[in-house]
């Protein structure tokens, strides 16, 4: 990026760091306490402005209680996952996936990280912040797959089949947003996927996933990045094949809730991977479902018994 660019974007950011000072002229004090962990106001505002920074928004009036709502839901589920890695001492995690998420953040506001760290240090927000909330989710993953391990069950005849299925197919990638909201009643089902749809269509897909999903993904607006379509379940496939570029899939009814995808781009690349490295791909894509799985169920056990209270 430009000297001159990286200037305006900071400029702006400045300006949208500014607009939200000047409407959260109130002392600080305890704001909440998730469990043993006390979050005051100036966490929260603070965390307003680390999401507008990663998401590339401008701060408005109207979107006030929204970014608050926001906020507070991210703080309330990172230390609910804080609280449970620090009951099993599990504090393992890649430095190499800290570094590629620091870059990933960057990369989806079309600067580098370097710009990221000043945009950052000129909005007096820690760059550490960022770090350590990277961090939660690296020891949440590893500790998911520690306790989790010994139940990655994967059918060898199914990962055959798929692989079969792939080895002369054009490689087609998805890039996909997911929705996962929570499981409701059959009466009350149709009434939830309609509230959900003229949520999406109001508030669009992004604000939604971040406030509603309960999926490990909401706290990046849904985004799954790009997904090969021989990595997706032959249930799901076909809802994804049809959605059109820009285009919400229909719901779809799983245990776990109820799903809904943003298909966001489409694209043929090329595939150099031998039978063999594709199978492991496969092994793979469905160890990391199996675990997300157990990600989801795990939270909830946790977030059920982590007592949360509120002192304005």
């Known amino acids: ?26 002392e600080d004090g305890l704001f909440m306490t998730v469990g043993n962990k006390a979050i005051t106001k100036s966490d929260v505002v603070n965390e307003i402005k680390i999401i507008l920074i990663l998401n590339n928004q401008s701060y408005s009036d109207e979107k006030r209680d929204e970014l608050h709502k926001l906020a507070v839901k991210s703080i309330i589920d990172r230390n609910v996952k804080l609280i449970e890695i620090e009951k099993h001492k599990y504090f393992e995690f890649n430095q190499v996936d800290l570094n590629k998420e620091l870059i990933r953040l960057a990369t989806n506001i079309k600067v580098d ?4 760290k000043n945009i950052c240090a000129s909005n007096e927000i820690n760059f550490q912040n960022i770090e350590d909330q990277i961090k939660v989710e690296l020891y949440w993953n590893s500790l998911i797959f520690q306790i989790y391990k ?14 079969k299925l792939i080895q002369n197919e054009k490689k087609i990638e998805y890039l996909i947003s997911e929705i996962i909201i929570k499981p409701v009643v059959q009466n009350e089902m149709e009434s939830e996927i309609n509230k959900i749809k003229n949520k999406i269509q109001s508030e669009g897909f992004e604000n939604v996933a971040k406030n509603l999903s309960i999926s490990t993904s909401a706290i990046n607006g849904g985004d799954l990045g790009w997904v090969s379509r021989d990595a997706i379940s032959k249930e799901i496939k076909p809802i994804i094949v049809e959605t059109k570029v820009g285009k919400i899939s229909k719901p779809i009814i799983l245990d776990s809730g109820i799903l809904f995808f943003k298909v966001r781009d489409k694209r043929t690349v090329k595939d150099n991977l031998t039978l063999v490295e594709k199978k492991n791909r496969l092994v793979n894509i469905e160890k990391t479902k199996i675990l997300n799985i157990h990600s989801l169920a795990h939270f909830d056990k946790v977030r059920r018994s982590v007592s949360i209270k509120f002192l304005q």
């Open 1 to 26: 990026m430009s000297k001159i660019k990286k200037i305006i974007f900071l400029v702006l950011i400045s300006s949208i760091i500014f607009a939200i000072e000047a409407n959260t002229k109130i």
């Open 113 to 116: 990280l370097d710009t990221l």
């Open 150 to 163: 010994n139940r990655l069950s994967i059918n060898a005849e199914d990962i055959d089949e798929k692989l």
